[in-house]
């Protein structure tokens, strides 16, 4: 593998997008630097895609900017070299092999064909080099994709969906891998509907729901802030009454027959507990998942 240039800084600005009547991206704005794996997160329709072919030039903002390095993308001088992007497993002839679909493409760019065989290595299809791709499982489509996104050796990565169709231990691949892109200085910009993953693998989030950003954070930042403490005892209801007379600033939810407080630490609900005699089975500080902060964010949509 070639030595990737360092990546460049994503700048969303005031984006909007309307699509008729459909407003599918609202003022949105938000940055993406080198050296980190940014998710980029929300409900089905949320306008993740739409901001990505704008950042392509796919689709024309109706208002606002989407530029790559301070540039629109048509105005990139090489741009396979600079940035590369993984929308869709779609467009390979079924009846082109893998190699020759790359080939192809690297041609069209002016990429030294010797590049083909170092990205089907990469993405673990150098067995498959000379398959038809007529029959590729949808996961090793993905991977031909992410193969087709790296020929240029670009320092910016735009990936949507990149583990739809992967199986476990290709999910696990895709995540050392996308870590592995990163550390080497390039900007990683991922959607993904798979939280539990996205969990595992992003430095930063970005998320955005209507079209609107709803927060853009490092991903400790964000589980850290939706911080709870876990209490177990036989008189739940003494508890919650004791927590809302002395400590009246303190939010109180049942889930799993245990109480989830947030706002009071376990120190101070201890306290209140030993005051009210309230007998305690278990009383520990937690952090909450990125899918249940994802939710609380979003006002409950699914990814």
């Known amino acids: 593998m070639t030595t990737a240039s360092l990546g460049a800084t994503i700048d969303v600005a005031g984006l909007t997008k309307q699509f008729d009547t459909v407003l599918a991206v609202d003022d949105l704005t938000f940055s993406v630097g080198p ?38 993308y048509h105005d990139l001088p090489h741009p396979m070299r600079i940035v590369g992007s993984a929308l869709e497993a779609t467009g390979f002839h079924p009846g082109r092999s893998a190699q020759n679909h790359l080939r192809v493409l690297a041609r069209a760019a002016g990429i030294d064909e010797r590049r083909v065989p170092e990205v089907l290595e990469l993405v673990g299809l150098v067995d498959s080099a000379t ?40 999910i696990a691949w895709l995540r050392a891998f996308l870590r592995y892109l990163a550390g080497q200085g390039r900007t990683v910009l991922v959607s993904s509907h798979v939280l539990s993953e996205v969990e595992q693998t992003v430095d930063d ?8 950003l709803v927060r853009a954070c490092p991903l400790d930042e964000l589980t850290a802030g939706h911080s709870h403490v876990v209490v177990r005892t036989p008189t739940p209801q003494q508890l919650a009454d004791a927590l809302a007379a002395h400590a009246p600033g303190a939010r109180v939810s049942t889930e799993d027959g245990s109480l989830h407080v947030v706002d009071a630490d376990a120190a101070t609900i201890g306290h209140i507990a030993f005051g009210a005699q309230v007998e305690l089975h278990e009383l520990r500080p937690a952090s909450s998942d990125l899918e249940e902060v994802f939710l609380s964010l979003t006002g409950g949509a699914t990814s």
């Not at 989030?205 to 609107?212: E, F, K, S, Y």
Request: charged share 15%.
């Open 35 to 72: 050296g980190r794996v940014t998710g980029f997160l929300g409900p089905n329709g949320a306008g993740k895609t739409t901001t990505l072919r704008c950042l392509l030039g796919l689709v024309a903002p109706t208002s606002g900017s989407a530029t790559i390095d301070g540039k629109h």
């Open 131 to 170: 398959r038809t791709v007529g029959g590729f499982s949808l996961g090793m489509r993905q991977r031909l994709q992410l193969a087709a996104a790296l020929l240029g050796d670009p320092g910016v990565l735009l990936l949507d969906e990149p583990a739809n169709g992967l199986d476990p231990e290709g």
């Open 205 to 212: 989030v970005v998320i955005i729901a209507n079209g609107r």
